[in-house]
């Protein structure tokens, strides 16, 4: 498709679980950001990808938060032993490198931990 | 510690008038700022931007000012269409990286 595509849209899960988020970012774009938005929050950064350098970690809540992106394509967001606050709205964007240009957000994954 | 801030939570707006969405940011060295309307159960869209080089960027019906000295934003929709009813996030992107900074988003109600 010509946006970006996450899955799976929701996601409910036990406590102590692992999980995994994916994003299909859109084609040509070099840049994948991952946010989680929680409830009556604002948009969290968690974690950028830039081409082949080193991701910027500096917003993931926890080790228990890890994330890939294989091939400078598609991204998978680990949650281990997922924990109540992990509850949110996962959100994946891509960009291009025109500054100013915006990123393009997908749908996000409705994390739910019970 | 929250560098881009929205502080009106939401804002009602009669169909045909202005809707002003407000923005300030602490850090002097974002040089593109943004804004984004998010539906419900979607993603955030892209709306319109501006470079810190500008102080005023147009399309359409959306116009964004920019007030660097305030480092302050403003987003200004006009005539306000019940479809503009959304939450309207304000972001920023600094010269050192292209991470976007997120405020906390004001939701409009635009009444028929």
């Known amino acids: ?114 | 510690d929250q560098q881009v801030k929205q502080n009106s939570p939401s804002l009602s707006v009669q169909e045909g008038r202005i809707s002003i969405l407000n923005c300030d940011y602490t850090n002097s060295m974002f040089d593109y700022f943004l804004w984004y309307k998010k539906y419900p159960a979607e993603g955030p869209t892209f709306l319109i931007s501006i470079s810190s080089i500008k102080d005023k960027n147009e399309d359409g019906r959306f116009t964004v000012f920019l007030n660097k000295s305030a480092k302050h934003l403003s987003l200004h929709i006009v005539p306000s269409q019940p479809g503009d009813s959304a939450v309207y996030f304000c972001a920023a992107q600094g010269n050192t990286g292209n991470q976007f900074y997120f405020g906390t988003g004001t939701s409009l109600t635009v009444i028929p």
Do not use: M
Request: hydrophobic share 30%; with cysteine; glycine share 14%.
């Open chain 1, 1 to 114: 498709g010509a946006g970006v595509s996450q899955s799976p849209s929701n996601k409910v899960t036990e406590k102590g679980k692992d999980v995994e988020l994916r994003c299909d970012p859109i084609s040509g774009h070099t840049a994948l950001y991952w946010y989680r938005q929680s409830l009556g929050q604002g948009l969290e950064f968690l974690i950028y990808f830039q081409g082949n350098s080193a991701p910027d970690k500096s917003g993931l809540p926890s080790d228990r938060f890890s994330a890939e992106r294989t091939g400078g394509s598609v991204s998978t967001l680990t949650i281990q032993r997922t924990q109540q606050e992990d509850s949110a709205v996962y959100l994946c964007a891509s960009s291009s490198l025109l500054r100013g240009g915006g990123a393009f957000f997908g749908q996000g994954t409705r994390l739910t931990v019970v």
